[in-house]
């Protein structure tokens, strides 16, 4: 009974919905595109357009892009440096609590202290840096390359201070691990 039930139902919602789809006969829908003239859209032009400013942003500011492409691979092989310090670190950590070296977790505590003011500063020039990427690529889009010039140098700037600042923070995480060893 449940079957038959659930059969019906079934049924009588796809007739339903086929009902709601041929409900415009299809005379109406040839008529409407037989009233509107076709016409090329101009959007592929501006595509095109599009495109060939970013080809004479990406020509004019070659060097600028590799500059920036050489400090993220730089900044990346710092971070692993960092994530292979933060795993020593766990174990130092563990092994000085096991051992209840209190005086050397409290040391290590405020070196870490110092280690986060070093992410805040890092965390305001990752905010300087969209701010001016921003501006960049407006003044790309205004064909404005000399402001735009001015905008990636402050850019390639504030990478080289990240990188700097993540080098700072490297020597602290030396220290902690110098202090739990």
Do not use: C
């Not at 892009?65 to 900044?75: A, Y």
């Not at 501006?135 to 001015?150: L, P, Q, Y």
């Amino acid at each position: 009974m449940k079957k038959l039930l659930t059969f019906l139902l079934v049924g009588v919602m796809l007739l339903t919905i086929a009902g709601g789809v041929f409900a415009e006969g299809p005379n109406d829908f040839a008529k409407d595109f037989s009233e509107k003239p076709f016409k090329l859209s101009e959007r592929p032009f501006q595509i095109r357009e599009r495109e060939n400013l970013r080809f004479e942003a990406m020509k004019e500011f070659r060097d600028e892009l590799h500059k920036i492409n050489e400090l993220r691979i730089e900044r990346l092989s710092l971070r692993m440096q960092i994530i292979e310090k933060h795993d020593t670190i766990l174990d130092l950590y563990i092994e000085a609590r096991e051992n209840g070296n209190i005086e050397a977790l409290k040391e290590a505590r405020e070196v870490r202290k110092q280690i986060r003011e070093i992410n805040r500063e890092i965390k305001g020039l990752w905010e300087q840096i969209r701010v001016e990427r921003k501006a960049f690529r407006e003044d790309v889009k205004n064909n404005d390359f000399d402001s735009a010039r001015e905008h990636i140098n402050k850019v390639i700037e504030l990478k080289t201070i990240i990188n700097e600042k993540i080098s700072e923070k490297i020597v602290l995480l030396d220290e902690v691990i110098d202090i739990l060893s």
